[in-house]
């Protein structure tokens, strides 16, 4: 296999569950101002009550993807704590990025069969992910489910309105897919698989195309001779993502 452009951008993200809609609400809201806020005035923005604002930003503290800091002394009192998103290069996920080096080589130059071995890391890496989690006999919410986790690992996924064409611009491993995207494409295609397998009601298709496009990967899930057909206008309904990038065939 060869890489014929750039493919995604890196992306960011953590090796987690998928945030709750209201936390990831609260996390969209926190990266959206321009300096680092109280909860009491992250709480007026969201609408939310203080104090389940503030047990949002604590889990995100947590998690990596925000920053609890205190306020400069000002007169009487302890100061309050402000908080702040974590910008995509303090991520967590980078800290990953040399171990998934060293093992994609590692598969790459002593597995008989590297996409297989790749394939199998990936599903149980998805299984691990979802674990826990009750399936949806919704199959297009399974679809979306399976983004919301891409989106939390740092892929950035635009979709279509039924999340079937899946635009990947970001990918938190994109420099070792570029040297080895027959290994770490893999894996994200078995994540990929094996997440849907455990989220939907019944098996959907799962085929990831790595480096598609100049700047991003495709991954199109549940296609049938019905949606293959289908065109892209839609791209874009789902938070921007960032997509597993791997040569072309």
Known sequence: MTVENNGPLP??????????????????????????????????????????????????VDDGLAVRERSSPA????????????????????????????????????????RRDALAAGAEWGRL??????????PKEARTRLLDLLEEIGFAPESDADAHQ????????????????????GVH?????????ALGPAPQQVELLPFAEPDACRLHLGMTEQTTGEDDEDTAEHPAPAGPPEAHR
Do not use: K, M, W
């Not at 998928?18 to 680092?36: F, K």
């Not at 007169?75 to 991520?91: D, I, L």
């Not at 992910?129 to 919704?138: E, M, V, Y």
């Open 129 to 138: 992910l979802t674990a826990g989690q009750p399936p949806t006999a919704d």
């Open 166 to 185: 899946v635009r990947l611009p970001r990918c938190p491993f994109v420099e070792t897919a570029r040297e080895h995207p027959g290994v770490i494409c």
């Open 189 to 197: 295609e078995g994540l990929a698989r094996a997440g849907l397998a």
């Open 11 to 60: 992306g960011s993200g953590t090796n987690r569950v998928p945030l709750s809609r209201q936390r990831r609400g609260v996390l969209q809201y926190l990266r959206g101002q321009a300096a680092p806020v109280t909860a009491g005035a992250l709480a007026q923005v969201c609408a939310l009550h203080v104090n389940t604002v503030r047990e949002h930003l604590d889990a995100l």
């Open 75 to 114: 007169g009487r009192g302890r100061p309050a704590f402000r908080y702040r998103a974590r910008p995509p290069q303090e991520s967590p996920a980078r800290e990953y990025a040399g171990l998934a080096a060293v093992l994609a080589a590692q598969i790459a130059g002593s597995s008989a069969d590297p």
